[in-house]
């Protein structure tokens, strides 16, 4: 069964930063995409940030352009997101998702973990 589990969400003050955390466990041939998307209240998911499988190619949202950073360690199944200079606006739960393969037999299927709240003040 893939989990994957996400930390390092909390309470920061604007300008602030924040490094979430999203792991991936369980049986599984092979990641490829994984990224961060986020919910605020009343509002639909949004995309983050997103990591090809390879590392080297990346896409962000224009709101957290320039703020913030997605990586992956790829030996460790997990992704990252640094946050910095974080606003009042950035305020949100934030989802991981993963395109994971779990057999080589079987396309990707889509897994998001279960949210972490990211709470800025101002």
């Known amino acids: 069964q893939v989990q994957l589990v996400e930390s390092g969400g909390g309470l920061v003050q604007a300008g602030g930063s924040l490094r979430l955390s999203c792991a991936a466990s369980?049986?599984?041939?092979?990641?490829?995409?994984m990224g961060w998307y986020r919910q605020a209240r009343g509002k639909q998911r949004e995309l983050v940030a997103v990591?090809?499988?390879?590392?080297?190619?990346?896409n962000y949202a224009d709101s957290v352009k320039g703020r913030f950073t997605i990586s992956r360690d790829n030996a460790k199944n997990t992704v990252y997101l640094q946050m910095n200079n974080l606003k009042p606006e950035d305020t949100a739960v934030y989802y991981c998702?993963?395109?994971?393969?779990?057999?080589?037999?079987?396309?990707?299927?889509?897994?998001w973990g279960q949210g972490t709240q990211v709470t800025v003040s101002s």
């Open positions: 990591i090809v499988s390879g590392g080297g190619s990346t």
């Open positions: 369980g049986s599984m041939f092979r990641i490829n995409t």
């Open positions: 998702n993963a395109q994971i393969q779990v057999v080589v037999t079987r396309p990707p299927d889509v897994y």
